[in-house]
């Protein structure tokens, strides 16, 4: 039988694998141990992190209107459960949800946020799923009388290329057929308001950048000095992302079990991509994968959007 590879082997599978290629980078998603998902929860109340703040006033503001979009006797999917806080400002105004269907792999998170949740609403069925959303996943079955909604907030989709983010969206479009998707994108705006909101003065996201390096140490060994790496983000405008890096400051060697790898100056770890998006791009994105466009809901400064897409 196969046995189901741990987390750390997989961290360390992964890592070994960044570190041999070229250019070098690694998959975001491994910032969220418990330190990097605590450094992640202060981001989110930094002044210069605009996107979870306007996020939640549109929410706050129009979460009546997604909720009509959403209908009654929705069954509504998560994806990629954080906190749970955001779901609470739909599901207050949901008519008769069938059930809310949080996914996300990281399973001990996941169960205590669900049961969090549960006890803010007792009538509420609340299924937990803990599975790689990207990956073919089973959700219960739904209702006959009932759609099936998804929920995809924070921008979540921005770490995606757009390639990535196609494919995530054809598989979204299928399961969600007949229902829709409420989806939140960060939306392309001046660099410089983009670069502060990645280059906090308080020194937190070059923490939570870092703390990658220091995960590989505490659960890998993983041996180097911690002060020969930098935080480096900036907007690639052709692009339209953030590109997140960890930068050596001079030729160094890292050192994981028996393997060496040599850094020279300057070069750089690629950790994380966060895309930005127009409202026109991102529905003519989504309309080639099986969406048709709905509703959005923009802040005054349009930073943010929140939109329905129809499947
Ligand atoms: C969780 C992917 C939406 O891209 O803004 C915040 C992660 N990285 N600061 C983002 C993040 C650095 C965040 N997402």
Aim: charged fraction near 25%.
């Amino acid at each position: 039988m196969n046995m189901p590879i741990s987390a750390r082997q997989q961290f360390a599978a992964d890592l070994h694998a960044a570190l041999s290629s070229r250019p070098r980078n690694i998959s975001p998603k491994y910032f969220y141990d418990e330190i990097g998902s605590r450094l992640f929860e202060q981001i989110c109340e930094l002044p210069e992190y605009y996107p979870t703040r306007t996020e939640l006033a549109l929410l706050q503001k129009y979460g009546r209107e997604m909720a009509e979009c959403i209908g009654p006797h929705a069954q509504l999917v998560e994806y990629g459960a954080g906190a749970l806080r955001k779901v609470r400002l739909l599901l207050d105004h949901l008519r008769e949800p069938e059930a809310f269907v949080p996914v996300d792999i990281s399973g001990a998170h996941l169960l205590a946020a669900s049961a969090e949740l549960g006890r803010a609403y007792p009538g509420l069925k609340i299924a937990p799923l803990v599975a790689d959303f990207t990956q073919p996943h089973d959700l219960p079955p739904r209702r006959e009388s009932g759609r099936r909604v998804g929920f995809f907030p924070g921008s979540s989709i921005g770490n995606f290329t757009p390639a990535e983010a196609r494919d995530f969206l054809r598989m979204a479009a299928q399961e969600l057929r007949g229902g829709g998707l409420l989806i939140g994108i960060d939306r392309i705006k001046e660099p410089a308001l983009l670069h502060a909101a990645y280059n906090d003065s308080a020194g937190v996201t070059a923490a939570f950048n870092l703390n990658l390096l220091e995960r590989a140490r505490r659960e890998l060994g993983a041996e180097f000095d911690p002060d020969g790496f930098l935080h480096s983000a900036f907007y690639n405008a052709p692009l339209q992302r953030i590109e997140m890096h960890l930068q050596s400051r001079r030729a160094q060697t890292i050192r994981i079990g028996e393997t060496s790898y040599d850094f020279a100056g300057g070069e750089t770890l690629h950790t994380e991509n966060s895309h930005k998006y127009s409202v026109d791009g991102f529905q003519a994105l989504a309309a080639g994968c099986g969406f048709s466009a709905g509703p959005v809901w923009s802040d005054e400064r349009d930073w943010f959007t929140l939109l329905w897409l129809q499947a």
